[in-house]
Structure formats: structure tokens, C-alpha cells
Nanobody
Framework: QVQLVESGGGLVQAGGSLRVSCAAS????????MGWYREAPGEQRELIAT???????NYADSVKGRFTISRDNAKNTVYLQMNSLKPEDTAVYYC?????????????WGQGTQVTVSS
């Protein structure tokens, strides 16, 4: 069984910074792409950043220049550094990983971590 466990969310004032982490554990051969999504109340889940196994990154326009995704392959962990946070960044943040497992390729999700930005 594979688990993605997120940590690092919380409450921060506008203009502040937070870093969220997501660690994968369990039975897997390798981790391909990883990503971060967010879901604000009443809105659809939005893809905000991805990173490939080789380190190539992509960002949604809404976070480009403010957020940085990175990964530590030795720790099976992906990070999202969030700077210059705005109230509209308030959401539950979910990590996502494309894994190679004994059962074939699988997509796994973390449980979500709340990020709240006060004005």
C-alpha cells in the first residue's frame, strides 16, 4: 500500500510564506511526476504546479513567480514553497503522485492540508 502524507499548512498573513511537504511511502518502484493542487470552498480542484522525475517544472499562471515546487528523490518527498501569499491562495492543498507500482502505474493523492491567508 502507498501513502502520501502532507504537512506544513497553516495560517499566515498576506505577504507571508509557507512551505508544504508531501512524503510518499509504501510499496512502489519509482515516482514519476508529482504535483500540487488546491481546492477553495465552492470551487473546483485546480492544478497549480508539477515536477517531473527529472526536475522539470510547470506552474499555473495564478502562482507563477510566487510558488516554487521541488522534490527530494532520496526522501520521496515533494515540496511547495509559497511566497507573497494572498488571501485568494486560501484553500486545501493536495499533493498528487504518478507512481510505478507492482500493480502498474497508479495515481495517488494526499489527504490535503489547509492553507489560510488572512488579509
Amino acid at each position: 500500500q502507498v501513502q502520501l502524507v502532507e504537512s506544513g499548512g497553516g495560517l499566515v498573513q498576506a505577504g507571508g510564506s509557507l512551505r508544504v511537504s508531501c512524503a510518499a511511502s509504501g510499496s512502489m518502484f519509482s515516482i514519476n511526476a508529482m504535483g500540487w493542487y488546491r481546492e477553495a470552498p465552492g470551487e473546483q480542484r485546480e492544478l497549480i504546479a508539477t515536477i517531473t522525475s527529472g526536475g522539470s517544472t510547470n506552474y499555473a499562471d495564478s502562482v507563477k513567480g510566487r510558488f516554487t515546487i521541488s522534490r527530494d528523490n532520496a526522501k520521496n518527498t515533494v515540496y511547495l514553497q509559497m511566497n507573497s501569499l494572498k488571501p485568494e491562495d486560501t484553500a486545501v492543498y493536495y499533493c498528487n503522485a504518478d507512481l510505478a507500482t507492482a500493480w502498474g502505474p497508479r495515481i495517488y493523492w494526499g489527504q490535503g492540508t489547509q492553507v489560510t491567508v488572512s488579509s
